[in-house]
C-alpha cells in the first residue's frame, strides 16, 4: 500500500537538502530520516486494513533495537554538545535560525532554504495560513456539530463515551501504559476499529468534502501549487 511519495519520503527529502546544506557551510549534521517502508493508506480498503493490522501504531508496531531517526538524532545532539558555545549559536543559525521548537525556521537558514525548495504549499505561511483558517472555521459550524453528535451517538451504540476520535486515541494511550503490551495493543486494535467505522459511518464522508472544497479554493488562489494534488 501507498506506493507513491507520502509524507515520509518527503520529509525525508528536506531533511537530505538540509544536511548538504549545512555540509556546505562547514557542519556536519545527518539527515534524520523517517522509515517509508510501511507507506500510507489510501482508499478505504487500506485504511481499514492497516487499522486491523496496526490500529492507532500506539502499541501495535514491533519495537525496534535500532531507529536510524533516533540513532541519527543522537548522534546530531551530541556533536551539537562537543562544540564550543559560540559555535552552538553558529550551528543553529545555520539549521534553522535558532528558532524555538514548532516555529517556523529563519529565512537564510538551511531548514529554511529545505522547505522553500521542496515547492510545497504547507511551507507558504500565507498559504497556510489560510488553509488553517478555513480548515477551522469549518470545523466551528453547526454541521461539523452535527456530525460530530452523530460519531457520539454511533461509539456509544459500541460502548464508548467520547465526543471525537482524539478521545478514543488519548483514551487507549492512558490505558494501555498502565497494561502489558499484548493487552494495550489488543485494547488499541478493537477501539481503533470502533472508531474508524464510526468515523467512515459519520465524520470521513463530511470532512472528505471540507478537505476538497479547502483545496478547490487554494489552488483557485495559488495555482503555482495545483500539481501537489494530482494524480492523487
Given at each position: 500500500m501507498g506506493h507513491g511519495q507520502t509524507s515520509a519520503y518527503f520529509l525525508?527529502?528536506?531533511?537530505?537538502?538540509?544536511?548538504?546544506?549545512?555540509?556546505?557551510?562547514?557542519?556536519?549534521?545527518?539527515?534524520?530520516?523517517?522509515?517509508?517502508?510501511l507507506g500510507e493508506p489510501l482508499t478505504v480498503g487500506e485504511k481499514r486494513a492497516f487499522v486491523i493490522e496496526y490500529g492507532y501504531g500506539l502499541f501495535t508496531m514491533p519495537v525496534s533495537p535500532h531507529d536510524p531517526s533516533i540513532e541519527a538524532a543522537g548522534r546530531n545532539g551530541q556533536r551539537f554538545r562537543d562544540l564550543s558555545v559560540e559555535d552552538q549559536a553558529a550551528?543553529?543559525?545555520?539549521?534553522?535560525?535558532?528558532?524555538?521548537?514548532?516555529?517556523?525556521?529563519?529565512?537564510?537558514?538551511?531548514?529554511?532554504?529545505?522547505?522553500?525548495?521542496?515547492?510545497?504549499?504547507?511551507?507558504?505561511?500565507?498559504?497556510?495560513?489560510?488553509?488553517?483558517?478555513?480548515?477551522?472555521?469549518?470545523?466551528?459550524?453547526?454541521?461539523?456539530?452535527?456530525?460530530?453528535?452523530?460519531?457520539?451517538?454511533?461509539?456509544?451504540?459500541?460502548?464508548?463515551?467520547?465526543?471525537?476520535?482524539?478521545?478514543?486515541?488519548?483514551?487507549?494511550?492512558?490505558?494501555g501504559q498502565a497494561l502489558p503490551r499484548a493487552e494495550a495493543a489488543r485494547i488499541e486494535l478493537e477501539s481503533a476499529l470502533d472508531d474508524f467505522e464510526c468515523q467512515l459511518a459519520t465524520r470521513l464522508p463530511w470532512s472528505h468534502a471540507v478537505g476538497l472544497e479547502i483545496v478547490r479554493i487554494l489552488v483557485e488562489r495559488y495555482p503555482e501549487y495545483a500539481w501537489e494534488g494530482a494524480g492523487s
Open positions: 525525508n527529502r528536506i531533511e537530505e537538502e538540509v544536511a548538504s546544506c549545512m555540509q556546505q557551510r562547514g557542519w556536519t549534521y545527518e539527515p534524520e530520516l523517517q522509515d517509508e517502508s550551528f543553529r543559525e545555520d539549521l534553522d535560525g535558532a528558532t524555538e521548537e514548532g516555529t517556523p525556521p529563519v529565512a537564510g537558514s538551511c531548514r529554511y532554504e529545505a522547505e522553500q525548495a521542496s515547492g510545497s504549499l504547507l511551507y507558504d505561511p500565507v498559504a497556510s495560513k489560510e488553509m488553517a483558517e478555513m480548515s477551522q472555521a469549518a470545523y466551528a459550524t453547526a454541521q461539523a456539530l452535527e456530525v460530530n453528535q452523530a460519531y457520539s451517538r454511533c461509539m456509544a451504540e459500541r460502548g464508548y463515551d467520547v465526543d471525537v476520535p482524539a478521545d478514543v486515541q488519548l483514551g487507549v494511550m492512558e490505558q
